[in-house]
């Protein structure tokens, strides 16, 4: 049961992130497309950021809770709902489990999408800009480099 409920965290949350990816992306080059004079600030601030930072948010949040799990942390749904949407609270626990990721700056993104993920600014209000370390290719290497960590410890045998 422990294994499957960090698979099904892991999938959903990784569907997720993958999305905000695809999203930011897909603003990118709209940017692009009408010649926008910085379609990078338009694909992060623009039109499609609330979300693209909250796909981007839940992703974490449900990966992080997989890692939580997978390396041992309490599997009960009372403790995963008392962290709630608190990336923060869920990196902790699931460094406090064992887990320690080699993505690159990923405490610096949970961070700076902690208040703002938790306090629903992706989904009730908008905010005139939004903040990510960095550009948005270096939150997809972390991204990457954490759905490996939890692909090898969740599956494997693959």
Request: a negative charge; proline letters at 5%.
């Amino acid at each position: 049961m422990t294994i499957k409920l960090a698979r099904d965290l892991f999938e959903s949350g990784r569907s997720h992130a993958l999305s905000s990816d695809f999203l930011y992306r897909s603003a990118l080059r709209e940017g692009q497309e009408r010649e926008l004079t910085d379609p990078e600030l338009f694909a992060f601030n623009g039109t499609y950021s609330l979300s693209t930072h909250y796909l981007l948010g839940l992703g974490l949040e449900l990966m992080l809770k997989a890692a939580i799990i997978a390396w041992g942390g309490p599997p009960e749904e009372k403790f995963l709902r008392e962290i709630g949407h608190d990336l923060l609270e869920a990196l902790n626990a699931a460094e406090a489990a064992g887990f320690a990721s080699a993505a690159p700056r990923l405490r610096e993104i949970v961070e700076v999408m902690r208040d703002p993920f938790k306090a629903h600014w992706f989904r009730y209000e908008k905010p005139d800009a939004f903040a990510l370390p960095g550009d948005f290719a270096q939150v997809v290497e972390a991204l990457d480099v954490l759905d490996k960590e939890l692909r090898a410890k969740i599956w494997p045998e693959e």
